[in-house]
């Protein structure tokens, strides 16, 4: 790092991987741009580092670790405690050893520290414009508003005129000019994705454009126009089948209704900052949605038994592929076929012991819950206490359903997934990470794409999911809720991962 002189004196001015003396391509040119806004903003974090230690007379972490060792809040809380200790007191910070962050992870609890540390930037005068969401430090969402946060703090603190009250609007216009200097710039807090819109990877920006635009063609009602924005290769979508166009429009059509009128209510009066994705699908909500109506499609359940009418095996392959079974061999088809129709004629599957009266169809839950424990019914292990959840899936199902009812071998597999999701939700009421873990790793649950290495994220995720459901008055997260949590957490962590190798 070296100076330069200007009006207000020595500055310092950060060397650029740009600073040779050779012509360059334009792809050329783009990768040494990225690589040396992420040098700068590694300087950055290396002196929002270096202050805060010389604060804290604490060693923190290496300056490439430094965002993931913010994320529990306990330094942060330190600090708060540093310059307003009459604010944020040291005995009030959550895990400030940090022997349950390092034994278990993140907590919900260390949302509290950066809530402190919040309060005593409140404190000592820092306007809100500088303040970063508990989201974007908790859940990692978009760190560099928190460094930022912090080379404004370290600006204020500089102030000796400001304690008690407030900054004058000239004074922060001086701070954001002074932080300028250093080439840290006032971010727009334009988010997309919990990401600053100008910070977006060239990887990061075609998906959510992609997503964007999956948005707006629902909006525009025409199916085929939706499933075209959908099979951009961008949008990083699977499974999906073009006979079910129809299908997937309306239920992203549905579900992003849902989602603004969801928004809409919880956003009144809120001065909190708005996100894109605050009323648009996310690319796991999409890929959720997507999951959702291959499993419930003719060319899965309702298909499979259409194949096996027919005894065509192509299609009885092609209906199993849909429904996500996994380890499926092409070339034992034959014996797929064999083996379900063998099934099938040992059980009246019209019937199958299924109380002939449907009740889910008459829409009372505590009788549908009822038909569905009688013993005749030789159906898994039924909950009483989620007698709506059961009632308003399985109805669903039956309406999506070609023949207008469930085959046995279709209820079982329906009540085996909703009892597990039942579970689901009683580990996430009482906090059983154990009993949570067991049904999401469970094969009996349908969920897809669980990945062990990232347990804890998915867990963490869901709780906090369960804890905004039952604000809102949900009882129950749904198998679509839930898978959608898994696809979006494994999104994040390849988001993350691509951001770390650039760094």
């Known amino acids: ?155 204020v603190s500089a102030l000796t005129d400001c304690g008690g009250r407030g900054l004058t609007k000239e004074e922060i216009n001086n701070m954001k000019s002074e932080l300028e200097k250093y080439g840290i710039q006032m971010p727009t807090f334009s988010k997309i994705g919990g990401i600053l819109a100008n910070e977006l990877s060239v990887d990061e920006a075609a998906l959510h454009a992609a997503v964007i635009a999956i948005n707006e063609a629902i909006d525009q009602g025409v199916p085929e126009g939706t499933l075209a924005a959908m099979q951009n290769p961008n949008a990083m979508l699977v499974q999906l089948d073009p006979s079910s166009a129809s299908q997937y429009h309306d239920t992203l059509y549905r579900a992003k209704g849902e989602k603004v009128a969801s928004s809409r209510k919880r956003m009144e009066n809120s001065e909190t900052e708005r996100d894109i994705y605050d009323e648009l699908l996310t690319q796991a909500e999409i890929q959720g949605n997507v999951n959702s109506v291959n499993s419930e499609s003719p060319a899965s359940a309702s298909g499979g038994s259409h194949a096996l009418l027919s005894g065509d095996e192509n299609k009885l392959y092609d209906a199993l592929k849909a429904m996500r079974i996994q380890n499926l061999e092409p070339q034992n088809k034959g014996w797929y076929l064999k083996q379900l129709q063998a099934d099938r004629e040992s059980q009246d599957l019209i019937q199958g012991g299924v109380p002939e009266e449907r009740p889910e169809e008459e829409g009372v839950p505590e009788k549908t819950v009822e038909e569905l424990m009688n013993p005749d019914a030789q159906l898994p292990e039924v909950y009483p206490s989620a007698a709506d959840l059961y009632q308003r899936e399985l109805s669903s199902l039956q309406q999506q359903s070609q023949e207008g009812s469930l085959s046995h071998p279709e209820l079982l597999v329906a009540v085996e997934m909703l009892s597990s999701v039942v579970l689901m939700n009683e580990a996430l009421n009482v906090g059983d990470r154990a009993a949570l873990w067991k049904q999401l790793s469970s094969s009996v649950t349908g969920l897809s794409n669980v990945e062990d290495e990232y347990a804890q994220r998915y867990m963490d995720e869901l709780m906090r999911l369960k804890a905004a459901a039952r604000e809102e008055g949900c009882d129950f997260l749904t198998w679509n809720d839930i898978q959608a949590c898994i696809d979006q957490v494994n999104l994040a962590v390849h988001e993350e991962h691509a951001r770390e190798s650039r760094l």
């Not at 809040?73 to 600090?79: D, I, M, N, P, S």
């Open 1 to 155: 790092m070296s100076t330069s002189e200007d009006a207000d004196g020595p500055r310092p001015r950060y060397g650029s991987v740009l600073d040779v003396a050779e012509r360059l391509t334009a792809e050329e040119m783009d990768e040494r741009r990225l690589q040396n806004m992420a040098y700068e903003y590694l300087c950055h974090l290396e002196e929002a580092k270096r202050w805060m230690e010389a604060c804290l007379d604490e060693e923190l972490p290496p300056t490439t670790e430094l965002e993931e060792g913010l994320r529990n809040g306990v330094y942060l809380a330190k600090l708060g405690n540093f310059f307003a200790p009459q604010t944020v007191s040291l005995k009030k910070i959550y895990d400030r050893e940090q022997t349950r962050y390092k034994a278990t992870g993140l907590h919900f609890r260390h949302t509290d520290n950066v809530i402190q540390w919040l309060n005593a930037m409140a404190e000592k005068g820092l306007p809100k414009i500088f303040y970063p969401e508990t989201t974007d430090i908790y859940d990692r969402k978009n760190m560099p508003r928190c460094i930022y946060c912090i080379h404004a703090l370290r600006w």
